[in-house]
């Protein structure tokens, strides 16, 4: 029974419409799949009751004859920053210790309305701050992969949606949410050989997802496969009264995109993405290669530009934090979470957030309170809202020549967790280089296995970006570098077969 | 004229974001933030005259408003649970009454 792990999820679903296995047990292979691989410590919290219940409910629908879900009766990982009715929720923080939300996010509803079944909070950087999964109050996560020339390096599988990407990756879920600032979603998914989609900001609701840059935050999905994306995506998006900013727009059946016809479809190469120094050269000859291959299935390949890609960054990193000092600003110790006494009411505060927040989170609190300072709001915060209106306006431009863009997902592959380039903040944020553009200007962009380093092994992801709600066109066009790319679309299984 | 990078500002962040910084992490934090907003200067090569801060990308939608009744309720309880501290359906906090 264990090889249902194996699985895609559109395989399951047909498995499970055929009525081969049911979700019971499709459930309880997950679950003794994440009993032996803890060693990857990609869940936070394993709930195999509630887990099962849900699966069984789900069986009775089906034997009934009763409405079914789009992923009906298919397990899923919930990244630890959804709030979950009744399921402890800390976005891996240990300001947030023993806290049991009394409500769901609408994209964790949204899956369980379509009847899949949650299998455990997922492994995160602490409030989604990192780009290695090393900033969680519960520790690194380990990726499953190795790098063929140093087999017992312990490799971080990207942030900050690591325990999800390891976990889907490793055949722990069938897919699982993540959640994309600057890349949480992208990274990951690139260093752990699977696909990640960060749909259109204002795509997925933001009610329950526990807030980080809320100018930059967005739900998306984490799969093995390009067709489970879009069932996923499918799954979880749409409008949503309770949050502001989404878009009260249909939501399509996106596996009608899955064509797999790109003839005529015009692919954008930007140059700047092409730096002579900070691009791994095997990433740059899987994203060579790739181009190549795409151009003979019939897509025509453009070099465009997009000249203010290196002031990404900066804006990103002025912007995001920023926003993080404003938004975790509630975390006192009065309503939820942990407290530490003091003499004063201000001192409790000061004690709570010292002893609760750890050394990243602190650091991007201290930065972002420092450029909203007098004397520092118009030259850095103005001037990033500024510069990011530029960012927008180029992809715009470029959006009248292609219709997508085609571009590395991270600079190099995954790296060991104490590689010293771990042990510097600057040099972190530089893995989110080919990320951050899209993310400031609220695109769609998904990352695609699309080959294996030469030198490693170990898998690279790239990115194809859209224009607002263009997920139709850049899963079509994901669909087909899966397609040419190779690589598998089976786990990795860690535990043994 | 912005306050200069030191001791001081970053005893000011201290309070304003209410994280105490041990005496001897001063120092550390006062080069970590030298060295952002040294790498973020770059910015000024930007020519951003008549450009409009940008808040948010989906700033072409209008806000929606929602209708003004109530939608839910009477979830006291379930509110207060996760507070640290609680008596009789209020959440403690220590006297700030002397």
């Not at chain 1, 690194?140 to 971080?156: C, E, H, M, S, W």
Request: aromatic fraction near 6%; charge should be negative.
């Amino acid at each position: 029974m264990t090889d249902l792990v194996e699985l895609t999820m559109a395989e399951a679903l047909e498995g499970l419409a055929k009525k081969e296995f049911t979700s019971v047990e499709l459930t309880q292979a997950h679950l003794d799949e994440m009993a032996k691989a803890r060693d990857l410590n990609a869940y936070v919290i394993e709930t195999p009751e509630l887990a099962l219940e849900r699966a069984k409910r789900s069986d009775n629908r089906r034997s009934k004859g009763e409405k079914l879900g789009l992923m009906e009766g298919i397990p899923v990982g919930m990244k630890d920053l959804y709030c979950t009715k009744g399921v402890r929720t800390t976005a891996c923080s240990h300001i947030l210790d023993g806290f049991v939300p009394p409500y769901e996010s609408t994209v964790s509803l949204n899956l369980e309305n379509q009847g899949s079944v949650m299998l455990g909070k997922t492994n995160m950087d602490e409030f989604a701050m990192g780009t290695a999964n090393l900033t969680s109050y519960y520790g690194a996560v380990r990726n499953p992969y190795k790098d063929k020339t140093n087999p017992n390096k312990f490799l971080i599988p990207g942030g900050s949606s690591g325990g999800s990407a390891a976990a889907v990756a490793a055949g722990l879920c069938m897919c699982a949410t993540g959640s994309d600032t600057g890349g949480s979603i992208r990274t990951p998914a690139s260093f752990c050989g699977i696909v990640g989609m960060k749909p259109t900001y204002g795509r997925c609701s933001r009610y329950g997802m526990i807030a980080f840059a809320s100018s930059l935050d967005q739900a998306g999905t984490m799969t093995r496969t390009v067709r489970d994306t879009a069932i996923m995506l499918e799954s979880m998006a749409g409008y949503d009264p309770k949050d502001s900013t989404v878009v009260n727009r249909p939501v399509p059946c996106y596996q009608k995109a899955l064509t797999g016809d790109i003839k005529g479809l015009k692919i954008g190469i930007p140059r700047e993405y092409n730096p002579d120094k900070g691009l791994n050269s095997d990433v740059r000859h899987v994203w060579e290669q790739t181009a190549e291959k795409l151009r003979q299935a019939g897509a025509e390949i453009v070099d465009i530009n997009l000249p203010s890609t290196q002031y990404a960054l900066p804006t990103y990193y002025l912007i995001a934090p920023a926003e993080a000092s404003s938004n975790l600003a509630r975390y006192d110790g009065v309503k939820y979470g942990l407290r530490v006494d003091g003499k004063s009411l201000d001192e409790m505060y000061t004690n709570t957030r010292t002893a609760g927040f750890g050394k990243e989170v602190k650091r991007r609190i201290m930065i972002g309170t420092c450029v909203l300072l007098e004397g520092y709001y118009e030259t850095c915060y103005l001037k990033a809202q500024k510069v990011r209106r530029l960012l927008c306006k180029e992809f715009d431009d470029a959006y009248k020549k292609v219709d997508v863009i085609l571009a590395p997902a991270a600079p190099e592959t995954a790296f060991g967790k104490d590689d010293d380039s771990t042990k510097d903040p600057l040099k972190m944020q530089l893995y989110d280089v080919f990320t951050v553009p899209s993310s400031l200007a609220g695109l769609p962009a998904i990352s695609v296995p699309a080959g294996y380093s030469e030198t490693t092994g170990l898998p690279i992801g790239l990115q194809v970006i859209g224009n607002k709600f263009c997920e139709e066109t850049i899963l079509r066009v994901a669909g087909v570098i899966e397609s040419v790319s190779g690589m598998s679309i089976r786990p990795l299984r860690v535990g043994g077969k | 004229m912005p306050m200069p990078i030191d001791k001081d500002m970053v005893k000011r962040l201290g309070i304003l974001s209410r994280l105490s910084i041990p005496e001897e992490n001063t120092e550390e934090m006062v080069t970590e933030i030298k060295k952002i907003i040294s790498w973020v200067d770059q910015l000024k090569d930007v020519n951003t005259d008549d450009v409009l801060p940008m808040n948010s990308v989906v700033e072409d939608m209008d806000l929606p408003e929602r209708k003004d009744e109530i939608t839910d309720g009477d979830i006291r309880d379930a509110v207060i649970k996760n507070a640290p501290d609680q008596m009789d359906g209020y959440f403690l906090v220590p006297k700030v009454v002397e």
